[in-house]
């Protein structure tokens, strides 16, 4: 199967490459970082390279405190990040400490087409690579391994279904897959387990690299403007909410306002560029990509880029979008992190483990649909001491997690033949 992947991927290289032109007339790709796609701008610093590559938002910003951990232990160590989203790519500088700018190189990843890959690596040369969560590319797991370059999968997570499809239609490619892998740090112990049974080898002890990511920032300015223009009003965040959910989540703030006429629902859509069409379909209120703060209407569209920790700052109650449609949730660490109180819907196998987690530290709230996320709202508003207590449990519970970057930085390091130490 490997072989047929190799022959595939080559075949597809030119229709990728109009592919990739066509994602630059939607935003979705930079035009004149498009060559970075095909293996193009290897800029090679001096000494030990070590490759991190994380797909997207989630993954670029939970490496950040594993690059910190890793500079403190190796002052020598520069690190290249490779991502494949333009949020991703813009975000990356705007969060990596000032200190570290030297030492840490972004690019696109290549995709996997075996003469990009090679290209890739014939001129940046890592001396190990680490990838995040779930990017297991054929063609770039076997190139890098066969330059004899060791590879660890960090985050290691795959899903209960892909696990079965895996084992069920590829049980032989899933285990050649995982076998490149010197290193493999599982994100829980159903990961782990599932690993396991595709033929992994032995596996680190489990961890969730995004239950330990620093709390989000947010502009002093901006904060002061927005809580400025919002006054005493309560505030419902319905943060990286997915389509079909913000029907829902207006119907619930609907049914608050008869108890609660000046509440203020935020929506903070996943994707942003998105914020055009809400606005339009379900009411004609202000956007902040537009530059407004809110008025004194019930609906304030959010979509903007990477403030997220701004929104979570002045939401009395967060809710966490892509759990009442089956996507799977987003990351509730984020509001944990920052106290902010918390609710989710029923669809949030994306977060397992950190959902159970939360939930038994009486940290977070679920809700079944959007009749009972009304009810459960009004109830955390109506008690501000025992939501607040309930926030300030998701804080302790991730917070606990905190020396999971420390320890996978020691793996890396010791992976590329060279002790981590503390400088």
């Known amino acids: 199967m490997s072989g047929a ?86 975000l990356l500088p705007q969060r990596l400490p000032t200190a570290l700018a030297g030492r840490v190189m972004h690019r696109y990843a290549p995709l996997d087409v075996p003469g990009w890959v090679a290209r890739f690596l014939d001129g940046w040369r890592p ?5 995040v969560e779930s990017e297991l590319w054929p063609n770039t797991l076997a190139a890098t391994h066969a330059r004899g370059i060791p590879l660890a999968l960090l985050n290691a997570r795959i899903s209960a279904r892909t696990a079965r499809r895996w084992g ?38 489990p961890g969730d690299l995004k239950l330990a990511a620093p709390p989000l920032p947010a502009d002093a300015a901006a904060l002061a403007a927005l809580r400025a223009a919002i006054g005493a009003r309560p505030v419902l965040l319905a943060a990286s909410t997915h389509p079909g959910e913000e029907a829902q989540v207006l119907a619930a703030a609907e049914a608050l306002r008869h108890e609660r006429p000046d509440l203020l629902t935020i929506l903070a859509p996943r994707h942003p560029d998105r914020g055009p069409e809400l606005s339009p379909e379900l009411g004609p209120w202000p956007r902040r990509a537009l530059g407004a703060l809110p008025d004194a209407g ?27 449609v089956p996507h799977g949730g987003q990351n509730p660490m984020e509001p944990a992190r920052l106290l902010c109180p918390l609710v989710f819907g029923p669809h949030m196998q ?20 959007s009749a009972a996320l009304a009810v459960t709202v009004a109830d955390m508003l109506n008690q501000p001491e025992a939501t607040a207590a309930m926030a300030r449990a998701a804080g302790e519970w991730v917070a606990a997690n905190a020396a999971l970057p420390g320890r996978m930085a020691e793996a890396l390091l010791a992976l590329m033949g060279k002790a981590g130490r503390q400088s």
């Open 5 to 90: 992947w190799h022959l595939a991927a080559s075949l597809a290289a030119p229709a990728l490459r109009w592919n990739l032109r066509r994602r630059v007339t939607r935003g979705k790709e930079e035009g004149p970082r498009l060559p970075e796609r095909e293996g193009h701008g290897a800029a090679r610093p001096e000494g030990r390279l070590l490759w991190l590559h994380a797909a997207s938002v989630g993954e670029s910003l939970a490496i950040l405190p594993l690059i910190e951990a890793l500079a403190a232990r190796d002052a020598g160590l520069n690190i290249l990040v490779t991502t494949g989203t333009v949020t991703s790519a813009r």
């Open 127 to 131: 001396d190990a690579a680490g990838f």
């Open 168 to 205: 069920r239609w590829a049980p032989g490619f899933a285990r050649q897959l995982l076998s490149r892998f010197r290193l493999i740090m599982p994100r829980s112990a159903e990961d782990a387990a599932r690993l396991l049974a595709l033929g992994a080898r032995e596996l680190a002890p």
């Open 298 to 324: 019930p609906v304030y569209v959010a979509d903007t880029m990477g403030e997220m920790g701004l929104l979570y700052r002045v939401a009395d109650v967060a809710f966490i979008g892509g759990s009442l």
């Open 350 to 369: 994306n977060f397992t483990e950190a959902t159970a987690g939360l939930l038994a530290a009486g940290g977070a709230r679920q809700v079944p649909d």
